[in-house]
DNA sequence: CTGTTTGGTTGCGATTTGCTACTGATATCG
DNA sequence: CGATATCAGTAGCAAATCGCAACCAAACAG
């Protein structure tokens, strides 16, 4: 019946995928909206209006995807208190701990041309550009995919890609 | 006629957007499947029977993320040497230009309890764990978001978060 | 030649989108 | 005060997309 006969780490790759809080973060923000919410958000963006206008989104959406964000504690939703119309979407910690994505995601539209970089991200105290994000080694170094492994808490290695050559 | 009166910074937002690379970014990667493949690329899946029971996804869905991927210049699809069935989709250099946003992604996931940390991302060379990725100003030093600013190139401010409140 | 693996495609019902119009609560204007 | 405008949503509905299951042709393997 030829239970599992896969060619290469598709086991070990769904072993670890069990863990992996990527699905889960996918949920709640690998969706085109809900990014560009985010996005939206990190720069100042506030109220249902704001976002509406400025990411041209459909209300009924725009509203699902806050409530969303909401209850999955990215944003946090209060009433203005100086305007009862108004409600006012900030973002959580947990919302701001998503800027390296945010960064990340930008730098490498700019990078390979998906939108120039007429304006760029600086440092305000001196106004100078932010650095490339990049995965970096314990003391600094830049890494790229062909110089990482996976490993267990305790340094045991545990081998997930380049187990199928 | 009451042409544009908003109330705060939605209008420098949405000049801003029109240069930002981040929705042409969202529109190739920033739909669940996408982002699952994208992972599962830098992981070491390399075929389309890999991709499909490692993660779960419907043939016809996977089919289309893959050509869409392959024209958006992430992967490159080649038929397997050694086995004419088999069709190899791997990244692209740009495809691996996505890599900090998937470990940024992943570390966030993890921080903020989307799933354990079983296994981490490690420097191949001495077996620690990776950074924390973070936005980093030009000397290094982390900053977080009130810390940004959006300059021009020339150097010149642009005010788009706080110009509102 | 027979059976299996691989990488798809096709059909179809269920879900999700996105547009437009509407509502109800609160503010602003005269 | 009364009329109007703003704000944050809902409601309805057509169109697009998803996801399952079945099918298929080409390329191996025995």
């Not at 919302?95 to 930008?106: F, K, N, Q």
């Not at 600094?140 to 340094?155: I, K």
Request: proline share 4%.
């Amino acid at each position: 019946m030829a239970t599992q006969r896969f060619s290469s780490d598709i086991g070990a790759f769904r072993r670890a995928a069990l863990s992996c809080p990527i699905p889960n973060a996918v949920d709640l923000i690998g969706e085109k909206w809900a990014f560009l919410i985010l996005r939206g958000a990190l720069n100042g963006l506030r109220h249902f209006e704001e976002f509406q206008a400025g990411l041209g989104i459909a209300r009924n959406i725009l509203s699902d995807r806050l409530a969303r964000m909401v209850a999955g504690g990215i944003l946090e939703r209060c009433p203005d208190p100086n305007d009862g119309r108004k409600v006012i979407y900030s973002l959580s910690r947990k919302g701001e701990g998503l800027l390296p994505v945010v960064v990340a995601l930008r730098q490498w539209g700019e990078e390979w041309g998906h939108g120039s970089s007429e304006v760029v991200l600086a440092d305000r105290r001196d106004g100078r550009a932010v650095r490339k994000i990049c995965v970096q080694a314990h003391d600094g170094r830049a890494l790229n995919l062909d110089e990482l492994t996976w490993v267990r808490p305790d340094g045991e290695s545990v081998e997930i890609r380049q187990a199928a050559e």
